[in-house]
């Protein structure tokens, strides 16, 4: 949520940028609503005051036996006014919340200005795409083959965009998570949480992504129907949730949070696309980060993330881009974005696996996240950053198709053996 005073001080300004992302609102809408707003909390002030005046007189005339019968009539239909005011002042900061609500990040002025991914910035190339001597198949065409990919069984229990995943392919994706945990927490300085996987409709709309995802997300309901519980479609939104209502001291900034869970999207916006494999699932996993800052801190803080992710294909020995999103493809709350593809041979091009980005205040604002400056003075929000460390499956895929053999086995990268007891090839399953 942004922030009203900046936008009352510098409406041209935060207009132009939020014409860069393409917002159906404009800030001349929130204007409108927030002068109404405080035109109806003056007319309420002051019949407040005017009520507090007459009805001291009406006391000392009440003490002296007299009966001010003109002013306890007035006061009569200036209690049902302020009552009815009351009510109409309600309605308004929630018509102001609620417009301000649509308005997504502005963006940082480093990100490029662009309508769609074709306007996005290639960064950065890590690594060469490996020379196959045969042509190299598809993660869902190896892992048919092997046995160790099962869509037909998933579709059997549950319906399409689910996978069931065998033997030592379930290990790998075991190990995977795990080995982004261990360098994460030991290397990165990232704490691990266990966070829940069902949250309520405040946590979701604080993270901002109710706004993002709300035509993916799973719901289930409660014994209050009124009080729906979402799935996650990401650990970002529990764990920038972590600090809501709170005020954390300077000096134990940032907080680096890393979680693994699963995520839960319905994919309603994908048809047609990626209809095969597990490029899309409406179930899987995640290692994500979140980290919470000032906002001097924070953009360096999101230059560390990257590297966190990067650092994770590199020991998988995977070649990757980093890509900086333009204001057409960023997230609604991100103010600067970064995307990591990795390099998939068997679609011959690269694909996201990593997306971090800068929410600054955006999150912390609508969370009431804030900390308190070690030299004292008022309490200010916080900065939140989060970033895929890495998605689980998606580097699967990429294991599986970067690491194939012309005999159909896949070798384990070096990284995971001992994660995988020693073993060094996946092969076909018995």
């Known amino acids: 949520m942004l922030d009203l005073r900046a936008i009352r001080e510098q ?20 204007l409108e609503a927030d002068q109404r707003r405080r035109q109806l909390v003056t007319e309420t002030e002051e019949l407040k005051a005017e009520r507090n005046r007459v009805s001291e007189a009406i006391g000392q005339a009440k003490r002296r036996g007299g009966t001010p ?70 993660h869902f065409d190896l892992g048919e ?38 360098l994460h927490t030991t290397e990165h300085d990232f704490t691990e949480v266990w966070v829940p996987h069902l949250v309520n409709a405040t946590t979701v709309s604080g993270a901002g992504v109710l706004r993002k995802f709300e035509d993916q997300l799973f719901r289930t309901q409660v014994d209050d129907a009124a009080r729906p519980l979402y799935l996650i479609p990401t ?8 600090h809501g209502g709170e005020i954390l001291p300077e000096a134990d900034l940032p907080r680096r949070y890393c979680a693994y869970t699963p995520c839960y999207r319905r ?24 980290k919470v800052t000032t906002p001097g801190q924070s953009y360096d803080e999101l230059e560390s993330m990257v590297r966190s992710a990067e650092a994770v294909l590199q020991a998988l020995e995977l070649p990757y881009r980093v890509m900086l999103l333009s204001t057409g493809d960023m997230g609604f709350q991100s103010a600067k974005t970064y995307d990591l593809e990795v390099w998939l041979p068997g679609q011959g091009r690269y694909r996201e696996i ?32 989060n970033g895929s460390g890495l998605a689980v ?13 012309e005999d159909g086995s ?4 070096k990284a995971l053996r001992t994660y995988m007891g020693g073993a060094e090839r996946l092969g076909a399953r018995r």
């Open 11 to 30: 409406p041209d300004a935060i207009d132009r940028a939020l014409q860069t992302r393409d917002a159906a609102l404009s800030v001349r809408a929130v």
């Open 267 to 290: 994919e309603a916006g994908a048809a047609g696309q990626d209809t095969r494999g597990m490029i899309r699932q409406h179930q899987f996993d995640k290692v994500e980060m979140v």
């Open 235 to 242: 650990a970002e939104v529990s764990l920038t949730a972590l």
């Open 393 to 405: 499956g998606r580097t699967l895929i990429a294991v599986l198709e970067n690491y194939q053999e």
């Open 145 to 182: 083959t092997l046995g160790l990919l099962d869509f037909e069984r998933a579709v059997k229990i549950a319906q399409s965009r689910f996978v069931v995943l065998w033997g030592p392919l379930a290990r790998l994706s075991r190990a995977l998570a795990q080995f982004m945990l261990d």
């Open 410 to 413: 896949v070798t384990i990268p």
């Open 354 to 385: 990593s997306s971090c980005s800068n929410c600054e205040a955006f999150q912390a604002r609508r969370l009431d996240i804030k900390y308190r400056p070690a030299g004292g003075g008022r309490a200010e929000h916080c900065h939140t950053l």
């Open 69 to 138: 019968e003109a002013e306890m009539a007035r006061m009569r239909e200036v209690g049902e006014r302020i009552k009815a005011l009351d009510a109409e002042v309600r309605g308004a900061d929630a018509a102001l919340e609620g417009l301000l609500a649509e308005l997504p990040n502005p963006p940082h002025s480093s990100v490029p200005v662009g309508r769609s991914a074709e306007d996005n910035a290639e960064i950065r190339r890590w690594g060469e795409p490996r020379r196959f001597s045969f042509e190299p198949k598809q």
